[in-house]
């Protein structure tokens, strides 16, 4: 799973899950991780989980 980050608005997103996410080679606030750790290590507490894809995620490990 790879992870999109907003270094400006300090969402995280989980790439291919919601439409709002934006393209870290076309965009500098963006950048892909590897894991969800590789934000908090960035912005610890003041990174904020995308609800669409975090709901998309619960749905595909039911
Ligand atoms: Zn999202």
């Given at each position: 799973?790879?992870?999109?980050?907003?270094?400006?608005?300090?969402?995280?997103?989980?790439k291919?899950?919601?439409?709002?996410?934006?393209?870290?080679?076309?965009?500098?606030?963006?950048?892909?991780?590897?894991?969800?750790?590789?934000?908090?290590?960035?912005?610890?507490?003041?990174?904020?989980?995308?609800?669409?894809?975090?709901?998309?995620?619960?749905?595909?490990?039911?």
């Amino acid at each position: 799973m790879t992870w999109i980050y907003n270094k400006k608005q300090h969402t995280l997103h989980i790439k291919g899950y919601c439409a709002m996410q934006g393209n870290p080679k076309n965009d500098c606030n963006w950048e892909e991780l590897q894991s969800e750790n590789a934000a908090l290590e960035i912005d610890g507490v003041a990174v904020h989980k995308c609800k669409v894809c975090q709901k998309r995620l619960e749905k595909n490990n039911k």
